[in-house]
């Protein structure tokens, strides 16, 4: 047999798989069609049907004797001529939902319920009834930990069930996730936002005030550090900067049990004073405006005084989006300006990152995506892998972690992937915004 070329196209793998499911859920983020269009295409190109699940779990969960799958309604048929052109464009050609079968289970133990259980069984019923070979899911750390569940559910199948493997793609453009360095969509998200911020600098210098812009970021602040860094901010302030005198403490009583808990919170007075102490350190630069970014995870160690009245969703999280953390913190930021110097300055606050999801994505974002893409097909036909996330590293080379390497094993909780503090990347934003003796 000759040998090889590196121009030869891959040579197909022996399969079983006739049919795969594509589905991504959670919040959207550039480059998501390159991500499924080179999914796709790698299966079709070797003879191997593609569904595309419309819109997260959502229809999913759905399914019944009176609700059967629908094609157009719950699922598309994706061939050559859907994908034409995909790859750089914007949007989720599939849809999205943060639709989550697996919310009542929070330990292994729960597995062996049928009534909690019963999300995941719909689940696995609806996939089995479209003929579903394999799975491959795409999205956030909560959309991880459903495809874990959905793997153990299937792992306590009686003995000749039907097993759909699963494969995960990360997607987040947070960029918080353990066993990648850098999830797609998120330098498109950090450039975007960059220049939302070189705008607002224009801005302020033009009238002499402030804004305080909430970036998205639940959990860590990469995207808040980044678009900060990039945008040429005058400070950033994210979870992992609550720390030593930032951080505090408080007793929440529940009611329902009787318990009293400690909750760590942020001590939001010196949080303000820290603002304002950059503000007061560019005036005396001859600078009387700027930007300060703060991540919108800061909403989660506000005090409750904060937070009355403010809902959680179905993943536990609070509604931050309701809590507006610009505006609160820009009220405090001027109040705060005004006793310690006896003036006004304008302080405007705004939320930003919901315009950035489905920003046309940049070209690194548009080659790891489609990495990731490819790398469904590999790890599912060629590697015969199930529960991994396919993960890249250095100049995009593959990799496969395994679903238990990334979920507690206890608590089925994935760990989040702060910014590590006293790291360069942090140390970075510190050099580079305006110097505060604190």
Not at 18 to 27: E, T
Not at 55 to 72: A, K
Not at 333 to 354: C, D, M, P, S
Request: aromatic content about 8%; charged content about 25%.
């Amino acid at each position: 047999m000759p040998e090889s070329s590196t121009l030869d196209r891959p040579p197909k793998s022996e399969t079983d798989f006739r049919r795969v499911a594509i589905l991504f859920a959670g919040g959207p983020a550039p480059a998501a069609n390159a991500v499924i269009s080179c999914a796709a295409n790698s299966f079709l190109r070797n003879d191997i049907e593609v569904l595309g699940i419309r819109y997260g779990y959502s229809g999913l969960v759905q399914f019944g004797p009176d609700r059967p799958m629908q094609e157009d309604r719950d699922y598309l048929q994706i061939d050559h001529r859907l994908l034409k052109r995909s790859r750089n464009s914007q949007g989720i050609m599939i849809g999205t939902a943060r639709t989550n079968p697996g919310k009542n289970i929070s330990c292994p133990a729960h597995l062996d319920d049928p009534q909690r259980c019963a999300p995941l069984r719909t689940v696995y019923e609806a996939l089995c009834s479209l003929e579903v070979d394999a799975l491959i899911s795409i999205g956030g750390d909560d959309t991880l930990k459903t495809a874990n569940k959905l793997k153990l559910f299937q792992d306590r199948l009686p003995e000749g069930s039907h097993k759909i493997p699963i494969v995960h793609l990360p997607k987040t453009i947070d960029n918080d996730y353990m066993g990648i360095d850098f999830t797609f969509g998120y330098f498109t998200a950090v450039d975007f936002l960059a220049g939302e911020i070189r705008n607002l600098i224009a801005d302020g210098e033009a009238s002499k005030s402030y804004f305080l812009t909430e970036a998205m970021g639940r959990s860590a602040g990469w995207l808040a550090y980044g678009a900060a860094i990039s945008g040429e901010a005058s400070l950033v302030i994210s979870v992992e900067d609550i720390a030593g005198k930032y951080l505090g403490s408080e007793q929440v009583s529940n009611e329902a049990s009787g318990e009293t808990t400690t909750r760590q919170i942020m001590n939001v007075d010196l949080v303000i004073k820290r603002i304002v102490a950059t503000m007061r350190a560019r005036e005396d630069e001859g600078k009387e405006f700027g930007v300060i970014v703060v991540a919108e995870g800061l909403a989660e160690y506000l005090p409750n005084e904060y937070l009355k009245g403010i809902p959680r969703d179905e993943h536990g999280h609070i509604s931050i989006s309701q809590v507006n953390l610009g505006r609160m913190f820009s009220e405090l930021i001027a109040e705060e300006y005004h006793a310690q110097t006896g003036n006004h300055r304008k302080v405007t606050g705004l939320q930003l990152g919901y315009e950035s999801r489905c920003a046309k994505p940049h070209a690194f974002d548009v080659m790891l995506g489609s990495q990731l893409g490819v790398g469904a097909y590999r790890a599912l036909v060629e590697e015969n892998l199930n529960g991994v996330m396919v993960s890249v590293s250095g100049q995009l080379e593959l990799n496969y972690v395994p679903f238990d390497t990334l979920v507690d094993p206890e608590t089925l909780v994935t760990v989040v992937r702060h910014i590590e503090r006293g790291s360069d990347f942090q140390r970075l934003a510190r050099f580079l915004e305006t110097y505060v003796n604190d």
